[in-house]
């Protein structure tokens, strides 16, 4: 069973910074893609930046040079380091993986946090 867990929300003032983290857990034999998902209320889960090993990492437009998706293979982390923040920023993040768990040709498996609160307000 593989966990992904989330960490780092919170309540920031417009303007500020929050980094989000999220680690993968269990027995698996690698991770591809992962990526960043928002939902603000009333509306529909996003894509936020997503990371995919030797490939340059996507990100959704209104985000684009105020954040900076990272991860750390060998702690099976990602990272979303959220600068200049604003209020519509405020949603329920989400952390998304493929993960192969043998080294079989069986397909990778999609799984999903729980998700960490982020609110942008003075």
């Known amino acids: 069973q593989v966990q992904l867990v989330e960490s780092g929300g919170g309540l920031v003032q417009p303007g500020g910074s929050l980094r989000l983290s999220c680690t993968a857990s269990?027995?698996?034999?690698?991770?591809?893609?992962m990526g960043w998902y928002r939902q603000a209320p009333g509306k529909q889960r996003e894509l936020v930046a997503d990371i995919s090993s030797g490939a340059s990492p996507n990100y959704l437009d209104s985000v684009k040079g105020r954040f900076t998706i990272s991860r750390d293979n060998a702690k099976n982390t990602m990272y979303l380091q959220m600068n200049s923040l604003k209020p519509e920023d405020t949603a329920v993040y989400y952390c998304?993986?493929?993960?192969?768990?043998?080294?079989?040709?069986?397909?990778?498996?999609?799984?999903w946090g729980q998700g960490t609160q982020v609110t942008v307000s003075s």
């Open positions: 998304n993986a493929d993960v192969k768990l043998h080294f079989s040709s069986a397909p990778a498996l999609n799984y």
């Open positions: 269990g027995r698996f034999f690698s991770i591809y893609t």
